[in-house]
């Protein structure tokens, strides 16, 4: 199976930044697609930035100029740096990957995970 650990999430006050990690870890083949969700209480899961599988960059248009996605590929990590952080970007953020993956010696599955969330929260 496949483990997403999200890090990095805090208080801060608006206008700072912060940088959350996700780390991926377990019998890995291949990540295809990797990104970043956010719930604010009372909303729906909303995408923030994701890796698609063919490797381009999506942004939500709330964040465009703010927040920048990144990944080490050699750790299986993708990172999330949020600049010029607002009150309305307070939230759960969830890490989400399209893995595939060994199940025992011979299989190979390809499965949607997901992260337990990290807590950001933007007030003064």
């Known amino acids: 199976q496949v483990q997403l650990v999200e890090s990095g999430g805090d208080l801060v006050q608006p206008g700072g930044s912060l940088r959350l990690s996700c780390a991926a870890s377990?019998?890995?083949?291949?990540?295809?697609?990797m990104g970043w969700y956010r719930q604010a209480p009372g909303k729906q899961r909303e995408l923030v930035a994701a890796?698609?599988?063919?490797?381009?960059?999506n942004y939500a248009d709330s964040v465009k100029g703010r927040f920048t996605i990144s990944r080490d590929n050699a750790k299986n990590t993708l990172y999330l740096q949020m600049n010029s952080l607002k009150p309305e970007d307070t939230a759960v953020y969830y890490c989400?990957?399209?893995?595939?993956?060994?199940?025992?010696?011979?299989?190979?599955?390809?499965?949607?995970?997901w992260g337990q969330g990290t807590q950001v929260t933007v007030s003064s």
């Open positions: 989400n990957a399209d893995v595939t993956y060994h199940r025992g010696t011979f299989n190979v599955m390809r499965n949607d995970f």
């Open positions: 377990g019998s890995i083949f291949s990540i295809n697609a």
């Open positions: 890796f698609t599988s063919g490797g381009n960059t």
